[in-house]
T-cell receptor, first 112, second 115 residues
């Protein structure tokens, strides 16, 4: 079990507005990830974190930023949302002992 | 670029039929391999994984997968599917040397099981 919660679970917003998605883990795992899931594309990595204040870009990072001020929280921000960012966003953490990623319940974001 | 291919976009089977979903990866080095399942409206759950050792891996719910290094494949199998197996299945790979331990996913195979 990932021990991950995501908030909000659903959000509808308008083009040009800022949006922040939150991922919270009850575990103390060092690595955390943000993915987006789109039909026909599977899951694609947006950003990841390897520790507090340590983050790096993934495959589809344009238009997104992240922050990690505490081990348990990993925030994803869309500075100015666009319709192409309509997607389902999943957060994951990595259990280092088993080298396995576990996923949160997802956030469905619609940008009108 | 490293990639993962899942050959079937949508598979439709009757209950009790056997299942095999294909997965091939592009890199010839050391890899860790995973199959995840996503039931309708839910998040991804780990089905099984392969890191080393016996290339035939058994997972939850009667699923198994075989790692064939020479074919860069990690196909998922189940001898007899049930209606409750209706879901989307994702193959994923971690390539050695990826300091991010990043998972590269295939595009998924949707399985529909008809009662």
């Amino acid at each position: 079990d990932a021990g991950i919660t995501q908030s909000p679970r659903h959000k509808v917003t308008e083009t040009g507005t800022p949006v922040t998605l939150r991922c919270h883990q009850t575990e103390n795992h060092r690595y955390m990830y943000w993915y987006r899931q789109d039909p026909g594309h599977g899951l694609r990595l947006i950003h990841y974190s390897y520790g507090v204040k340590d983050t790096d870009k993934g495959e589809v990072s344009d238009g997104y930023s992240v922050s990690r001020s505490k081990t348990e929280d990993f925030l994803l921000t869309l500075e100015s949302a666009t319709s192409s960012q309509t997607s389902v966003y999943f957060c994951a953490n990595r259990e280092s002992v088993t080298d396995t990623q576990y996923f949160g319940p997802g956030t469905r974001l619609t940008v009108l | 670029a490293q990639s993962v291919s899942q050959h079937n976009h949508h598979v439709i089977l009757s209950e009790a039929a056997s299942l095999e979903l294909g997965c091939n990866y592009s890199y010839g080095g050391t890899v860790n391999l995973f199959w995840y399942v996503q039931y309708p409206g839910q998040h991804l759950q780990l089905l099984l994984k392969y890191f080393s050792g016996d290339p035939l891996v058994k997972g939850i719910k009667g699923f198994e997968a075989e790692f064939i290094k020479s074919k860069f494949s990690f196909n998922l199998r189940k001898p007899s599917v049930q209606w409750s197996d209706t879901a989307e299945y994702f193959c994923a790979v971690i390539y050695s040397g990826a300091g991010s331990y990043q998972l590269t996913f295939g595009k998924g195979t949707k399985l529909s099981v008809i009662p």
